[in-house]
């Protein structure tokens, strides 16, 4: 057992000491404080100018501008709506110039015409706002040359009570989907790219070891079976560590930035009000999903010599997390079809569909158990062929980029 905890610790140290695992790290944590202060890093760039707020108005009725001012208002919008005097020339130079954002320009021949001119047709915030501002004038406008009150106005513009019923025990309400479907959404997308990224690193360390000819050496001392689960422990444990860095410098990230668009994302993707199991589950098919695919990592890996080719011996297994993710990211909107709940019970595909299932659904607890359960079956099966062909698989040498090499490499564990 000593032996086991001395590779185990060689290979999570010297991943995790590695310039690019902790550049990478570095990175992503930065990048999460980035985004989380984005909508802050913009107002320090764009200064505290309030003349950015203000919109020019060519409004030859001069009635247009008060009732548009109104109707930014009720839309939450700081955009202050300011009648002009100078001509479109004059507007335009100013834009050239950088002393006036945007104007516009109101007509009233029979319907209205609005047209809003800036620098940039990119600009998204508030030409938009004053583009839905526009369309209520144009309401307001059309209700009172028709005669209407205000209170016919609202009757007119009034939602409808539109109310959606699931008569299926698992589904949930409305409400409770859209808050769930973007933390599954986000868990799946850490899950897919944890179980691609770190079985590929063990595939790597396993075919470098042997073209550098130190797995000679190291299972010369400890049994390759041995030496296979240390491996992966190790590397699953250097995996998990970086998970909760990203995890836990995310959710600060967005609780320390304190702006509307990390406390409405809180709200969206359900981090407010989310349920503990839900982690759990998250937790529990990460491992899953990742001992499943690094078993097969390891096991492809040791048939090859060169890491040149570990991409090409892996590409049968990426195929399998592709089309799981496939099936999962396709699963959101739909979470009760049918080839989602026959993948959830397929070892392969369930890491990423029953989790998705789990998050999305109030399903019977005997469904989960069941998957995990199969592919604990699964992982065991595969570990015990794994360690077979790894046995022999680390002995071979030459040129091996098929698969038929694990017949030989079964053969040759047999022989030692």
């Keep these: 057992m000593h032996s086991f905890w001395i590779i185990f610790k060689q290979s999570f140290l010297t991943k995790a000491k590695t310039k690019s695992f902790i550049i990478t790290t570095l990175i992503v944590v930065a990048a999460f404080f980035l985004l989380a202060n984005l909508s802050n890093i913009i107002e320090v760039f764009q200064g505290s100018d309030e003349d950015g707020n203000v919109l020019h108005v060519v409004d030859e009725s001069g009635e247009l501008t008060p009732i548009l001012q109104a109707q930014l208002d009720q839309l939450g ?118 179980v691609i990224y770190y079985p590929n690193m063990i595939a790597m360390e396993v075919a ?80 899953l999903g990742y001992f499943l695919y690094a078993v097969l990592a390891a096991l492809l890996g040791s048939l090859v010599s060169r890491t040149e080719d570990v991409q090409q011996l892996m590409l049968p297994m990426m195929m399998l997390i592709v089309v799981a993710s496939l099936i999962a990211f396709s699963g959101i909107s739909v979470p009760e079809a049918s080839f989602v709940t026959v993948t959830s019970f397929i070892p392969f595909f369930a890491p990423l569909v029953m989790f998705l299932r789990v998050g999305m659904l109030d399903i019977p607890l005997w469904e989960p158990l069941l998957s995990i359960g199969i592919m604990l079956v699964t992982i065991g099966l595969l570990g015990w062929f794994g360690a077979r062909v790894y046995r022999g698989g680390v002995l071979m040498y030459g040129s091996s980029q098929s698969l038929k090499d694990i017949k030989k490499a079964i053969r040759l564990g047999n022989q030692k």
Excluded: C, W
């Design 77 to 194: 919008s700081d955009v202050q709506a300011m009648p002009t005097d100078l001509a479109e020339a004059e507007l335009r130079k100013s834009i050239s110039e950088g002393t006036v954002e945007a104007y516009l320009v109101l007509e009233q021949e029979g319907s209205l015409k609005a047209r809003y001119v800036s620098e940039s047709a990119n600009e998204l915030g508030s030409g938009n706002e004053v583009e839905q501002a526009v369309q209520s004038l144009q309401t307001a406008v059309a209700a009172e040359s028709l005669g209407l009150s205000e209170s016919e106005v609202g009757q007119l513009f009034a939602p409808v009570a539109f109310e959606r019923e699931a008569l299926s025990e698992s589904s949930k309400s409305q409400e409770e989907l859209s808050q769930a479907r973007g933390l599954v959404y986000i868990l799946i997308l850490l899950i897919y790219i944890a």
């Design 208 to 287: 470098n070891e042997k073209s550098s000819r130190v797995m000679e050496i190291l299972i010369s001392s400890v049994s390759p079976v041995k030496h296979m689960f240390a491996k992966i422990a190790g590397i699953g444990t250097l995996g998990i560590l970086q998970m909760l860095i990203f995890g836990l410098s995310g959710y600060l990230a967005m609780k320390t930035a304190g702006t509307v668009l990390t406390e409405g994302a809180f709200s969206v993707f359900g981090f407010s009000n989310v349920k503990i199991s839900t982690f759990l589950f998250a937790v529990l098919f990460f491992l």
